[in-house]
């Protein structure tokens, strides 16, 4: 799965792209999922909480419904924009052609974590209100988040999404692609980071050789099952690789940190946190590298 355009500042790259509360009940259900396999296009609902954020006259960022009235992604993807030329696709499949299940809606403000310093990629993490709620159907709904202590171990089956870059240099996908990638541990991860960022307890890593996000994708979700339920445990950052060079993981920004961040912003109506863990301990060996890192 190969998920922009690149902004290099200080030897870190960013990459782009130019109703109800949401309850156990209702929160983290995907009527259409029915598979577990990566690097795949996707079909129409299988994914209802991945929006897509245009700015402009395309695909610019990910994100992911968490409430009828706000979406989650990353600061980062907000630097330098309009307001009013942001618009949120939801039950979008297609970045061309025909999407039966879409709805769209601008957007009334976006609120930035303010520790994210930019081009560092630690608290990357936005707000999004939108302008009028969304309806909630089969092809358009909210993911349950990590809450907070959640715990995704070393080698937890994670899901990620999106329309980004097929191959290095190469368009974007036009249909919203798939891809599964195991979690990292931030202690191996910070070794292929040392001496380029600091891996800290804000950020979860993921990756495997093979299988990794690639610019467009920033913004997007990580997601990860239990029992019915899918929750969000990251938000599409920053990456090693420019989708060739596999070898090495992928950061997110940690959902389970921001708990009361998310809440104290939401005010009224905030989304469900689910409480994750796992005692999975897969072995997951990262090699060194040189390569600079990119925010995607």
Request: glycine share 10%.
């Amino acid at each position: 799965m190969n998920f922009s355009s690149a902004l290099s500042v200080s030897g870190i790259t960013l990459l782009y792209i130019a109703g109800s509360l949401c309850q156990l009940d209702v929160c983290g259900q995907a009527s259409f999922n029915d598979r577990f396999v990566g690097g795949e296009n996707e079909t129409t609902g299988a994914w209802p909480w991945q929006v897509s954020i245009h700015v402009g006259f395309g695909h610019n960022c990910g994100g992911t419904l968490i409430t009828k009235d706000w979406v989650l992604s990353a600061a980062h993807c907000f630097q330098d924009f309009h307001l009013f030329k942001v618009v949120m696709y939801f039950g979008r499949l297609n970045q061309s052609g025909t999407n039966p299940y879409e709805a769209s809606r601008t957007v009334s403000q976006i609120i930035k974590h303010p520790l994210f310093n930019y081009p560092n990629p630690d608290n990357d993490i936005a707000l999004v209100q939108l302008s009028s709620s969304v309806s909630f159907s089969d092809y358009i709904w909210p993911v349950c988040l990590a809450a907070a202590g959640s715990v995704f171990a070393a080698g937890t089956e994670s899901w990620v999404t999106g329309w980004g870059l097929l191959q290095p240099e190469g368009p974007p996908s036009n249909i919203m692609q798939e891809v599964m990638i195991p979690v990292v541990s931030n202690s191996e991860c910070a070794k292929v980071y040392e001496g380029v960022t600091s891996i800290t307890s804000n950020m979860i890593c993921a990756g495997q050789e093979g299988k990794s996000i690639c610019p467009g994708d920033s913004g997007g979700p990580m997601v990860s099952r239990k029992g019915s339920l899918w929750i969000l445990s990251g938000i599409m950052s920053f990456s090693r690789n420019l989708c060739n060079d596999l070898k090495y993981p992928s950061g997110f920004t940690r959902v389970s940190q921001y708990q009361d961040w998310i809440k104290l912003n939401m005010g009224s109506n905030p989304p469900e946190f689910v409480e994750f863990d796992t005692d999975i301990h897969h072995s997951f060996h990262l090699l060194p590298s040189s390569h600079l890192l990119k925010i995607l």
